[in-house]
């Protein structure tokens, strides 16, 4: 078996173990991310029946996606970095999920293009749980507003919230809250928990978790 692929069935099984011991109902979603990783490395994975993949800028997925999910037409894909609104296009070209809707421009955008290629994405809003300046998404403040425009106005496939903890911070206190924030809106996914912070997530509930260096190891610097 491949190292990849034995780390990535660890953290599988770390994650049943979680879910048993605290009696959870929550099935997480592994999305491998593979920014700066080439096929070579995301074939072993896609071979053991893996099927959620994450990358964090569009320039890097056109060139490396399209070969691998013609070959392979169950992957899903999943945008994670920030989006650009004039890449929103490319986006939906390429991909099934995106986590960093983050504005009324890129949801306007993103309509428009799903309605053109005929294609609905599934959707996360990001959420800026600490009102950080450099870091983007809605605030806490705006979300209700935000979430009813996208969902009333536009009628996108929202189907969670996502966020980024502020560094340095205990992770805990802001997956709590946005665990209660989707409760208060009927959101029904988070997209919460990275390499350092995923056995956190789990237990407030993240479905989607995004796990690049426990199951690759650290990545090469670009």
């Not at 309605?115 to 609905?120: F, I, R, Y």
Request: charged share 25%.
């Amino acid at each position: 078996m491949h190292s990849d692929t034995k780390r990535l069935e660890f953290i599988q099984n770390k994650i049943k173990e979680i879910l048993s011991r605290k009696q959870l109902k929550t099935n997480p979603k592994i999305i491998a991310v593979t920014k700066t990783w080439s096929a070579n490395k995301i074939i072993p994975l896609i071979d053991s029946g893996h099927i959620h993949f994450g990358e964090n800028k569009i320039q890097e997925a056109e060139t490396k996606w399209p070969g691998i999910k013609s070959k392979y037409n169950n992957l899903q894909l999943h945008m994670l970095g920030r989006l650009q609104s004039n890449k929103a296009k490319k986006a939906v070209e390429i991909f099934d999920y995106i986590h960093s809707l983050d504005s009324e421009k890129l949801a306007t955008k993103l309509n428009k293009f799903e309605n053109e290629l005929n294609k609905k994405i599934k959707l996360f809003i990001q959420v800026n749980m600490g009102n950080e300046s450099q870091k983007s998404g809605i605030s806490i403040n705006d979300l209700d507003n935000f979430y009813n425009f996208c969902k009333k106005d536009l009628s996108l496939n929202v189907i969670g919230l996502m966020c980024l903890p502020p560094i340095n911070s205990d992770p805990s206190k802001y997956f709590k809250i946005l665990k209660n924030i989707s409760e208060r809106l009927n959101i029904a996914n988070l997209s919460m928990g990275m390499s350092a912070d995923y056995e956190q997530a789990i237990l407030y509930g993240s479905t989607y978790l995004r796990l690049g260096t426990v199951i690759f190891g650290e990545r090469k610097i670009t």
